[in-house]
């Protein structure tokens, strides 16, 4: 299938895609404040430059969306055109992602991920739940979380 833009809008408008301050990371960057955490954010000096790190808690947290990341639900769906492009692009990206995951797992950090469908489309839990569970895991010795989606 053909692209409906042109290659210069297309590359305008896949430039204007954020990387940072999504709207996901700004509900849990909110909540989890609000619940009286303090974090610093993007810190250049872990591995994958996580979006939330809260260093008396030895934790990270990453808010992952669901089509950067590859993830396996409804909000990932690999695009008709250029592939090829795509899937090496996302297998790229899963495979920093697991880099990095391990790096700062050997490093000592507890690490979160919350996917972009646990607070967004069909399968979205209730936000407020989502936050409640990042509160109880920071709280906890548990090494790991992922919130994902219902189903």
């Not at 204007?16 to 619940?35: C, F, Q, V, Y």
């Not at 808690?57 to 695009?79: E, I, K, N, S, T």
């Not at 000592?108 to 407020?128: D, N, P, S």
């Amino acid at each position: 299938m053909a692209d409906t833009v042109t290659p210069e809008v297309r590359s305008r408008m896949m430039a204007g895609i954020r990387g940072r301050d999504t709207k996901p990371e700004l509900a849990l960057r909110h909540a989890l404040h609000s619940m009286g955490f303090r974090y610093r954010l993007h810190v250049r000096s872990l591995p994958g430059r996580p979006d939330m790190v809260f260093p008396g808690r030895q934790a990270v947290l990453f808010a992952h969306g669901c089509f950067w990341h590859g993830h396996d639900c409804h909000l990932f769906r690999l695009p008709a055109t250029r592939s090829d492009f795509w899937q090496d692009k996302i297998a790229g990206n899963r495979v920093r992602d697991a880099g990095a995951e391990a790096s700062l797992a050997g490093m000592g950090w507890r690490i979160g991920i919350v996917w972009e469908c646990a607070l967004k489309g069909r399968t979205a839990l209730v936000a407020g739940e989502v936050f409640a569970r990042c509160a109880e895991w920071l709280r906890s010795p548990a090494p790991h979380l992922e919130i994902r989606g219902r189903g």
